[in-house]
C-alpha cells in the first residue's frame, strides 16, 4: 500500500505530477493514520495474509518529521500485537532532509529507503530544483552519503528524459560500483508540462540496450524498467503492463486512488477513514484491458497480451479518457519486440 502522510515538498521538479496547488504542506493526523493502519491491516487479516507492505510515498514524507515516523512504528507495533499482522516500510524521499539522525532511525526500524537521483549533476539539477530555482544535487547526494555511511539498505530511482537517456549505462555503473543493488528508471508522465522532455521510441530502445548491457557487467543488480518488461513477458505484470491501475494509493484524506500517482475522481475508489468503497468504478477501471483489447490499434497489436494497452493514468492524463491506449505505446511496442529479438523472436 503506497500512502502519502503529507501534501508538500520542499522541491520543485520540473517534471512533477502533484498540482502546485496540492502543495500545501499539511501532515496526515496521526489518529487518521491509525485508523487507516488498522483498517489495512483487518483487510489484511480478512484475506488470511499476516504482512503488510508500506510504501512512504508521493511528495516529500520527510516532511512529516522524525517524530512523526517515531509514532508510526509504535502504531506498528501496537497493531502487530493486536492482531498480528506485521509491516515492512519503504520510503521515497528526494534525499535532501536526510542526516543522521534519520539514517540510524530507518537503519534501526529496518525501512528500505529509494531515493530519487537523476544521474549526475547535470542531469539532476535541471529538472531538480528547490523554489529558488537552484539545483538540489549536492544535498541528495549528501543524504546518499549518509545512507550508505550508516549502512541503510537502498535504492536509487532516476525519471528517464531526454537530458539523461545517453547516459543510463554511466548513470547505473557508478551506482553498481558503489554498492547499489536496484536501480530505477522510471518512465516520465506524459503530460503538455512534461512532452518535451519525453525521450523517443528511439531513445528508449537506446535505453534498453544500454541497461540490458549494464545487466551483463552486474548480474547481481535489479534494474528498472528492464525487469518490469520482462516480466510482463513472462507473464508477471506491474501495475503499467497489467493496462489496470493496480498501484494503490492513500492520500492524506484517507482517500483510496486505484493509482497511486492520480488524485482524479476517475480513480477514487473509496476511503479508509470514512469506511467506503465503489466496487462498481473499481469494475470499470479493471475492465480497461478487457476492453482495449478489442477495439482499435489494441486489437491487433501484435505485443497486446504483454502490454495489455499500457498505463490507464498516462492515458487519462492525455486523453482524460482511461478507455484510451497509453500514449507511450510506441516506445513498449519497440520496446517489446526489440526484446523479443534478444530471445530468437519467440514471442510474437
Ligand atoms: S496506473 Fe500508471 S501511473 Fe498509476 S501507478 Fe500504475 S503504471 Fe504508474
Ligand atoms: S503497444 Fe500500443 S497498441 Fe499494443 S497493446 Fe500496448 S498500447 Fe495497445
Redesign the pocket.
Known amino acids: 500500500m503506497n500512502i502519502q502522510i503529507v501534501d508538500g515538498c520542499n522541491l520543485r521538479c520540473k517534471y512533477c505530477y502533484v498540482k502546485e496547488k496540492e502543495n500545501a504542506n499539511n501532515v496526515m493526523n496521526i489518529k487518521d493514520f491509525k485508523k487507516i493502519l488498522m483498517n489495512y491491516a483487518l483487510n489484511l487479516k480478512n484475506r488470511k495474509i499476516f504482512y503488510g507492505h508500506i510504501y512512504f510515498h508521493d511528495c516529500e514524507p520527510l516532511l512529516a518529521g522524525l517524530e512523526y515516523f517515531k509514532k508510526i512504528i509504535k502504531i506498528e507495533g501496537e497493531i502487530y500485537k493486536k492482531i498480528g499482522i506485521k509491516f515492512k516500510n519503504y520510503i521515497v524521499t528526494n534525499g535532501t532532509l536526510i542526516n543522521k539522525k534519520w539514517a540510524e532511525f530507518f537503519l534501526k526500524t529496518n525501512f528500505m529507503v529509494y531515493i530519487s537521483i537523476d544521474g549526475f549533476k547535470d542531469h539532476h539539477d535541471y529538472f531538480r530544483v528547490f523554489s529558488d530555482g537552484s539545483g538540489s544535487y549536492l544535498k541528495t547526494i549528501d543524504g546518499y552519503k549518509i545512507l550508505k555511511e550508516v549502512g541503510v539498505p537502498m535504492g536509487v530511482s532516476s525519471t528517464l528524459t531526454k537530458i539523461n537517456c545517453r547516459d543510463v549505462y554511466k548513470i547505473g555503473e557508478f551506482f553498481a560500483i558503489d554498492g547499489i543493488k536496484l536501480i530505477s528508471f522510471a518512465f516520465l508522465?506524459p503530460d503538455e508540462k512534461t512532452k518535451k522532455y519525453l525521450p523517443s521510441a528511439d531513445e528508449h530502445i537506446s535505453v534498453f540496450k544500454q541497461l540490458i548491457t549494464l545487466n551483463k557487467k552486474f548480474k547481481n543488480i535489479v534494474i528498472y524498467p528492464l525487469k518490469t518488461l520482462i516480466n510482463a513477458m513472462k507473464g508477471w505484470f506491474d501495475?503499467?503492463f497489467s493496462g489496470k491501475?493496480i498501484?494503490y494509493g492513500i492520500d492524506i484524506n484517507g482517500n483510496l486512488y486505484a493509482?497511486?500517482?492520480?488524485r482524479d475522481d476517475e480513480f477514487l475508489i473509496g476511503n479508509y477513514i470514512e469506511g467506503w468503497f465503489d466496487s462498481d468504478k473499481f469494475k470499470k477501471l479493471m475492465f480497461r484491458p478487457t476492453y482495449l483489447k478489442t477495439v482499435g490499434e489494441c486489437k491487433n497489436c501484435s505485443v497486446k497480451n504483454y502490454c495489455n494497452g499500457g498505463?490507464?493514468?498516462?492515458a487519462y492524463t492525455r486523453y482524460k479518457n482511461i478507455f484510451r491506449k497509453d500514449p507511450l505505446c510506441e516506445i513498449y511496442k519497440k520496446a517489446f519486440l526489440y526484446l523479443d529479438t534478444l530471445t530468437g523472436g519467440t514471442l510474437f
Request: aromatic share 8%.
Open positions: 508522465l501495475c503499467r491501475p498501484s493509482c497511486h500517482r492520480s498505463c490507464a493514468y498516462s
